[in-house]
Nanobody, 123 residues
Framework: QVQLAESGGGSVQAGGSLRLSCAASGRTSSTYAMGWFRQAPGKEREFVAVIKWSGSTTRYADSAKGRFTISRDQAKNTVYLQMNRLKPEDTAVYYC????????????????WGQGTQVTVSS
């Protein structure tokens, strides 16, 4: 089984940057998809970005394009989300997710989830 652990969240002013990390333990392969989702208070969990473990493809939500970058380090079993030019509307709990096959944009398509890390962006 795969276990995920997020880190790197915190508080930042609008326009600032944060880098989130997700460490994966257990067996993974090049077929895995590693995604980031977020959930703001009172809202449903929404897709942010996803990358295939092979690094062959990436996908981003419209809200993330041009500001966020997803990447992975296979040697460290870690996926990253670099977030730049943060906005107050980016405030949410950010979750790392993994699926053995599909790099989808719906949360129910992912089999494994981390505990989440809080990101707070102030004006």
């Amino acid at each position: 089984q795969v276990q995920l652990a997020e880190s790197g969240g915190g508080s930042v002013q609008a326009g600032g940057s944060l880098r989130l990390s997700c460490a994966a333990s257990g067996r993974t392969s090049s077929t895995y998809a590693m995604g980031w989702f977020r959930q703001a208070p009172g809202k449903e969990r929404e897709f942010v970005a996803v990358i295939k473990w092979s690094g062959s493809t990436t996908r981003y939500a419209d809200s993330a394009k041009g500001r966020f970058t997803i990447s992975r380090d296979q040697a460290k079993n870690t996926v990253y989300l670099q977030m730049n030019r943060l906005k107050p509307e980016d405030t949410a709990v950010y979750y790392c997710a993994a699926d053995p096959y599909y790099d989808g944009i719906r949360d129910y398509q992912y089999d494994y989830w981390g505990q989440g890390t809080q990101v707070t962006v102030s004006s």
